[in-house]
């Protein structure tokens, strides 16, 4: 698959990049998508969820009625479940959500969603560029140029440029990461993929 580089500007250069038929033009694996997307939001949870039971409850352990005779249910404790103020039952205790997922599982699972965009002809080739200084008027002209200011986009390059990154980092829709830090989760949040010409050889290494 050919597709046309453009620049940040918007023009064409009039040049095509050759996307890898390996990584951009495979069959979709949807079952492997659907782990590797479960796997990366069971790994952001912080789990530190904590009710108190019975056990963690302060007070007194003084018995606060009789056994018998009263006509009402037995109560033991000012702690008791069935109590205002009482223990919960089987709360939410802290816990670790994260599970292990195999690297060719995940590796799978991003080319498919690389070749998903492919399809959907959601993936535009920049040229490499740079900015001066770090400036979100800059970029957002950028997003502007290429008629995507409104769409979610993620920019992927091949090493962290620290200006670009700063300039984009107060758009809420606007995303950038590296070749290296591409995740099957962020690809699909986003509407457009923009790659950087040179990110190409990056990702075709790392997923490859």
Same mark, same amino acid.
């Given at each position: ?94 816990? &670790?959500? !994260?599970?292990?997922?195999? +690297?060719?599982?995940?590796? #799978?699972?991003?080319?498919?969603? %690389? /070749?998903?965009?492919? =399809? ?7 040229? &490499?560029? !740079?900015?001066?200084?770090? +400036?979100?008027?800059?970029? #957002?002209?950028?997003?502007?140029? %290429? /008629?995507?200011?409104? =769409? ?57």
């Amino acid at each position: 698959m050919e597709l046309a580089i453009v620049q940040h500007t918007g023009e064409d250069t009039g040049r095509k990049a050759q996307l890898a038929k390996d990584i951009f033009g495979i069959e979709p694996n949807e079952h492997a998508v659907y782990l590797d997307v479960r796997h990366i939001l069971a790994n952001r949870r912080q789990g530190t969820h904590k009710s108190k039971e019975r056990a963690d409850i302060k007070g007194s352990t003084r018995k606060i009625m009789k056994q018998k005779g009263t006509g009402n249910a037995r109560k033991g404790s000012i702690k008791s479940p069935i109590l205002r103020g009482g223990g919960r039952v089987f709360g939410p205790q802290p816990r &670790d959500y !994260s599970f292990k997922l195999n +690297k060719k599982v995940k590796k #799978l699972a991003r080319r498919s969603t %690389l /070749s998903c965009k492919a =399809q959907e002809q959601h993936i535009t080739i920049l040229e &490499d560029f !740079s900015l001066e200084v770090p +400036k979100t008027k800059q970029y #957002l002209r950028i997003l502007q140029n %290429l /008629s995507l200011s409104d =769409q979610k986009t993620l920019l992927i390059l091949p090493t962290a440029d620290h200006h670009i990154v700063l300039a984009s980092r107060n758009l809420p829709q606007a995303q950038v990461i590296t070749a290296s830090q591409i995740n099957t989760y962020d690809l699909l949040n986003a509407q457009q993929l923009l790659i950087s010409e040179s990110a190409l050889e990056a990702i075709a290494q790392n997923l490859s």
